[in-house]
């Protein structure tokens, strides 16, 4: 009687379904694809020797992004060169996969989506990482806070003026894609 | 601080889900009669849609999932039947001095029997928990969309249209439900509106909207694995089994079809076939729906 294989059939990757945010979350830190995915990885093998640690009920989404960020923040220690980290210059090749849309609005999406991360890009990185969290992984507040070991009062005032600042940097996107639905509209 | 400046500092916290009870309400009450707040709401709302068309910002590269994989040779969160199953195992595994006794081999069927019979409610009742989470979602989702929190990220009438969006930013072959036959009246019961995406058990489900003469509804599509569907009144449709349930003013109705679990979410009416009708009162297989 083969236990062992019937129960690693049903169990899927653990965490999985997190490792675009937590590659997003890991870019956005690093600015770096290839450290990003060093970081990732190195989340999922700390994640692995931790699970004893983790209590029934847990926010595994929050947990592994904490992990990721504490390991994030032990290598900058350790290097104490994170401010001069070269960016990437492959960061502007998209590589999502957009099969099924025609070329034009392939071509409209890759432009908006290179325009949002170059924006991002130009935050400070305690910008990006808030903007990340809230935006695209939609985290509460009180998630954020946890992961940034801050009260959840600087998580509203540091999005407040992230969010400000982001809206600067896009706003002839903004224009843009108003006038676009605009015009679908007329 | 004037009052509008007060309210203003809720906008961010409106739009994310931050307000709740009399603070929500006030809230409510204010934006129906500040232009200034709506503006400024509107243009928060269209910044995060931007944001939102952008989703994932980055995907994982293959390489990466690859070799995540491989360091996954263990199971790591463990749901309640899963660590239920391990302690079968375990128990099972371990040396049980009684099973050498005579009088052990029926205590023994009688142990793997429960245990048996322990693991397939277990596992029954954690689908029924997933299933009764997704419809939850759809209706909170519903609710969310409704009061304008959930603003939509692509507004189309086409389906191919809203299909081709959803392609690589949900992790599923997103596909619309197969039974959208023509009307035989050639008259639509329902407009398509739009989509977008929306957080479901910390990945993405896709959230699409359709408009009828004086009400709205609205279809969750997850994955399977993640949204069984199960539970409440079944109403059998060809090869189909729809799964109805009542809740807060509203039906919400489940499927399963080819990998994805669909959930569409409508007005109460007064009954499960009714509801279903929602969308196929107009259609070809509008006899099709029987309930059990």
Not at chain 1, 65 to 86: D, H, K, S
Not at chain 2, 3 to 24: A, K, P
Not at chain 2, 159 to 179: E, I, Y
Not at chain 2, 224 to 237: D, K, W
Request: with cysteine; net charge neutral; charged share 25%.
């Amino acid at each position: 009687m083969s236990l062992k294989g019937d129960s690693a059939v049903d169990v899927e990757v653990a965490g999985i379904e997190h490792i675009d945010g937590l590659y997003s979350y890991a870019v956005v830190l690093t600015r770096n694809r290839s450290e990003a995915e060093d970081l990732v990885q190195e989340t999922y093998v700390r994640a692995i020797g931790a699970m004893g640690r983790l209590r029934a009920g847990s926010n595994v989404k929050s947990w592994m992004f904490t992990i990721l960020r504490n390991i994030w923040l032990n290598q900058l220690r350790r290097q104490r060169v994170a401010q001069f980290v070269e960016i990437d210059g492959e960061e502007s090749t998209t590589e999502i996969a957009e099969t099924g849309k025609n070329p034009y609005e392939m071509y409209v999406s890759r432009m908006e989506t290179e325009q949002v991360r170059e924006a991002i890009r130009q935050l400070p990185v305690e910008f990006r990482e808030i903007i990340l969290l809230r935006e695209f992984e939609e985290l509460s507040y009180q998630e954020i806070a946890t992961i940034l070991d801050c009260p959840a009062g600087t998580v509203m005032s540091r999005l407040s003026r992230a969010r400000a600042k982001l809206r600067t940097l896009l706003s002839p996107t903004l224009i843009a894609s108003d006038s676009d639905r605009k015009e679908v509209s007329e | 601080m004037n009052v509008c400046d007060e309210q203003s500092s809720n906008i961010l916290l409106y739009l994310d889900n931050e307000l709740s009870g009399q603070e929500l309400e006030d809230f409510r009450a204010h934006l129906a009669g500040c232009p200034a707040c709506k503006a400024q709401l509107a243009e928060e709302n269209e910044l995060s849609a931007l944001l939102h068309r952008a989703r994932p910002l980055y995907s994982a590269p293959e390489e990466l999932r690859a070799r995540v994989s491989a360091t996954q040779q263990v199971p790591l969160f463990g749901s309640a039947s899963e660590r239920l199953r391990k302690r079968v195992v375990r128990l099972l595994k371990m040396p049980l001095g009684g099973i050498q006794s005579p009088a052990s081999p029926l205590r023994a069927l009688a142990a793997v029997l429960l245990i048996v019979a322990g693991v397939f409610l277990l596992s029954r009742f954690d689908r029924h928990a997933r299933a009764t989470a997704y419809v939850d979602a759809a209706l909170a989702t519903h609710r969310s969309y409704l009061d304008g929190a959930l603003p939509l990220e692509i507004r189309s009438d086409s389906p191919q249209t809203v299909t081709s969006w959803f392609a690589g930013k949900v992790p599923f072959d997103f596909r619309l439900p197969a039974s959208q036959s023509l009307p035989d009246d050639g008259q639509a019961a329902y407009r398509q509106v739009g989509a977008r995406l929306v957080s479901f058990r910390g990945s993405y489900a896709a959230l699409v909207t359709y408009a009828m003469k004086k009400d709205q509804i609205s279809l969750l599509v997850a994955s399977t694995n993640s949204a069984p569907s199960f539970g409440g009144q079944e109403i059998r449709s060809g090869a189909l089994t729809f799964h109805c349930h009542s809740k807060a003013g509203f039906n919400v109705i489940t499927w399963s079809n080819h990998g994805l679990t669909y959930a569409l979410v409508s007005p109460e009416h007064s009954s499960a076939r009714q509801s279903c009708l929602v969308c196929h009162q107009n259609m070809a297989d509008k006899n099709n729906f029987q309930e059990q």
